[in-house]
């Protein structure tokens, strides 16, 4: 088994404060590795989209410790994490996130700009990307020119144009209707088989099973339990484990 490209270990994590704090991530680990897709289930307010923040540096945890291609993130300053990001994670979101004023070209180039690339090398590797995701004959379009599966899919080679390491995806499907999501899952499933690139969904939809390599179940903030392949497949949602509460107030929902 190959290295995990991304780990988070014993990850804790308290969100809100005061009265209102909440232990959204109750001491979790989980480990990316290279050509694979993993898929994170749970109810809304499980802690999913606080996990990937963590494991994309965008989040630093309360307790426990994120490392990003062997390196301990742990102290890292600001700057230090947005590097890590920058040459490592790709972000995809629910809502794609794309400027409306700028050409497909152009979204997908962002992500290369931060990183200070020559202007010419960036849009023929924009291009390449967005030919990638299907979309060469688009390279000009701006987003509301798109369809929603379009538009995410400039999302997606906006998240793997500078090839990270992980690429992480917060309910990509969710916006889409049933074959545009399928195809969105059957790109990132492809991206998933490049070695050196870990890929993590987070859905609550089983019809996106069939993709995964590696199904995780969270739920309030603890991983419930983790299947590999066709087993994700054949078992059924099971009850979640009892876990050890603390006297802190009820979790606010979304
Ligand atoms: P999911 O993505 O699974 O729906 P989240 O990770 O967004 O769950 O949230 C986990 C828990 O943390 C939820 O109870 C949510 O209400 C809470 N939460 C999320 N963000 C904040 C915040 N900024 N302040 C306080 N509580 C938060
Ligand atoms: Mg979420």
């Avoid at 992980?166 to 990509?172: R, S």
Wanted: proline share 4%; aromatic share 2%; glycine share 10%.
């Amino acid at each position: 088994m190959t290295e995990p490209v991304v780990e988070a270990i014993d990850i804790v994590k308290w969100l809100g404060k005061g009265a209102a704090q909440v232990q959204a991530l109750k001491g979790i680990s989980l480990a990316l590795r290279g050509g694979e897709l993993t898929l994170l289930m749970g109810p809304s307010g499980s802690g999913k989209t606080t996990l990937l923040s963590i494991l994309g540096c965008m989040l630093t945890p309360t307790g426990g410790t994120v490392r990003m291609r062997g390196r301990l993130t742990e102290g890292a300053g600001p700057e230090e994490l947005a590097k890590l990001r920058r040459e490592h994670v790709g972000f995809v979101f629910q809502s794609y996130h794309l400027f409306p004023t700028l050409t497909a070209t152009d979204n997908v180039r962002l992500a290369l700009d931060v990183r200070g690339e020559n202007s010419a090398r960036a849009i023929a590797k924009s291009k390449d990307a967005l030919a990638m995701v299907g979309l060469a004959g688009k390279v000009n379009a701006f987003p509301l020119e798109l369809s929603g599966g379009e538009q995410q899919r400039v999302a997606i080679a906006r998240a793997i144009v500078g090839e990270p390491s992980a690429v992480l995806a917060d309910e990509p499907t969710a916006s889409l209707d049933g074959e545009s999501g399928n195809a969105i899952m059957t790109l990132l499933a492809e991206i998933a088989r490049d070695s050196s690139r870990g890929v993590l969904v987070v859905a609550h939809d089983p019809r996106i099973l069939r993709f995964a390599d590696r199904v995780v179940h969270i739920e309030d903030g603890c991983i419930i339990r983790e299947e590999r392949g066709d087993a994700a497949l054949k078992k059924d949602q099971g009850e979640c484990a009892a876990h050890d509460h603390d006297d802190k107030p009820d979790r606010v929902e979304n």
